[in-house]
């Protein structure tokens, strides 16, 4: 009989764990407190599963180390993902770099790592509620409402707490601090953002390409491009995602956070002058909102003419100097006041969980208690949209399956 390896939570890098240890010969149960195996899985890419991007770069990922995600993710690269999902019958398909199965549905890449699970086999237990798990002996022991498992390795594959509907509870959190882990504190990413300003319920529903800057402390932090929505309570869309992390730290460490939006991203600062003063000509003897119809949003147009403090009626040739630059300045410099990020149940993913100082970038074991392992979202590392998350997901867990047998 192989080593025998307990593996915690049955998401996307539970099971990838689970098979890599499995299809090197160990004696593999996959414990899962919810009632279903990759039940998050099926909700990402909006159901159709956006496996990973074939645009890796280092900064993409956040972590407490600088490297250790990277180091992961050459250990088990996206091509090896590839190649591992063709294996299960699943076929990727390249979007402009972004890889979903060929059939567009989440559900298809879950059923294919259930007949894998089934095919090694591995011994899958669902509605498993986990109480407690020590090291004892030179062993674990994992005592649950299903009864105590024993193995001679432990992989923590519990998730995080975003998105709780799916099963994400935090609980990974708790085992790992009791083998004396450090947890960095969990917080919501890729999540909206929530602003302080009244206005906003003036523009529920507005999407505009933009350009957002977020700012802690008057100093930027991050920025992204795209498609930005405006809610009744603040900024939403992928721009707004790919920055809120660092919202979430820094209101968590009360800072300042603001952000800065540019509703014109395509055009430079002295292109986007060069084509106010032109379209003051062109549209000369007009009112205002005659003048900003058809540049944005006009629900966007009316607020940003309210904060600039120029009425719609007024003739835009009548502006002064400064009441123009006022003007250009909220279209290209339009700051908010973000007040908190939205809690666990919009978010996407984690940042924080399982400090990676404590955990060996090789084979993803804890140096604090020998034969414990971790992947994915329980540990401290998060990615951007874009398959990034899952990717991790994947290089983590076969790193943590595969190492689990060399330790």
């Not at 972590?63 to 992961?72: I, K, R, S």
């Not at 998730?159 to 609980?171: E, F, H, N, V, Y």
């Not at 919501?188 to 602003?195: H, N, T």
């Not at 034969?371 to 997901?393: K, R, S």
Request: charged share 25%; net charge positive; with cysteine.
């Amino acid at each position: 009989m192989g080593k025998t390896i307990l593996v915690i939570g049955a998401g996307a890098s539970g099971m990838t764990a689970a098979i890599h240890a499995a299809r090197a010969g160990a004696d593999v149960t996959l414990l899962e407190h919810g009632d279903r195996a990759g039940r998050k899985l099926l909700s990402t890419g909006n159901g159709r599963c956006n496996l990973t991007n074939l645009d890796q770069r280092p900064e993409y990922y956040r972590c407490g180390v600088d490297g250790f995600a990277t180091e992961v993710l050459e250990r088990f690269t996206v091509r090896d993902t590839l190649d591992f999902f063709r294996g299960l019958g699943i076929f990727p398909k390249d979007r402009n770099g972004y890889v979903y199965p060929n059939s567009d549905q989440a559900s298809s890449v879950v059923e294919a790592f259930l007949q894998e699970l089934r095919r090694l086999p591995v011994k899958l237990q669902v509605q498993c509620g986990i109480e407690r798990a020590v090291r004892e002996r030179g062993a674990f022991a994992v005592f649950s409402d299903k009864g105590v498992y024993r193995g001679q390795a432990l992989i923590l594959a519990a998730g995080s707490k975003a998105a709780p509907i799916t099963g994400s509870d935090g609980s990974g959190y708790e085992l790992a601090a009791s083998f004396g882990h450090r947890i960095v504190p969990p917080l919501p990413a890729l999540v909206q953002l929530r602003c302080g300003e009244k206005h906003y319920k003036k523009l529920a529903g507005v999407r505009s390409d933009g350009e957002i800057g977020l700012y802690v402390d008057g100093k930027l932090a991050a920025s992204d491009r795209g498609e930005l929505q405006l809610t009744d309570y603040g900024l939403s869309g992928i721009p707004t995602f790919q920055v809120s992390r660092y919202a979430a730290v820094a209101l968590h460490r009360r800072r300042k956070v603001t952000a800065r939006i540019n509703f014109l991203p395509a055009l430079s600062e002295g292109q986007a002058r060069s084509m106010f003063r032109e379209r003051f000509e062109i549209m000369a003897g007009r009112s205002c909102g005659q003048f900003m119809n058809g540049l944005l949003n006009s629900k966007l147009s009316d607020v940003l003419l309210e904060l600039a403090r120029i009425p719609r009626e007024k003739a835009a040739q009548a502006l002064s100097e400064g009441e123009r630059e006022r003007l250009f300045q909220m279209i290209i410099a339009y700051e908010t006041r973000v007040v908190a990020v939205n809690p666990f149940e919009n978010a996407q993913v984690c940042c924080g969980g399982v400090d990676v100082k404590q955990v060996r970038r090789e084979t993803l074991e804890s140096k604090l208690v020998k034969g414990l392992y971790f992947c994915g979202e329980i540990l401290d590392v998060d990615g951007i949209c874009g398959g990034y998350n899952l990717q991790w997901a994947f290089s983590s867990g076969a790193v943590a399956g595969s190492g689990c047998l060399r330790g």
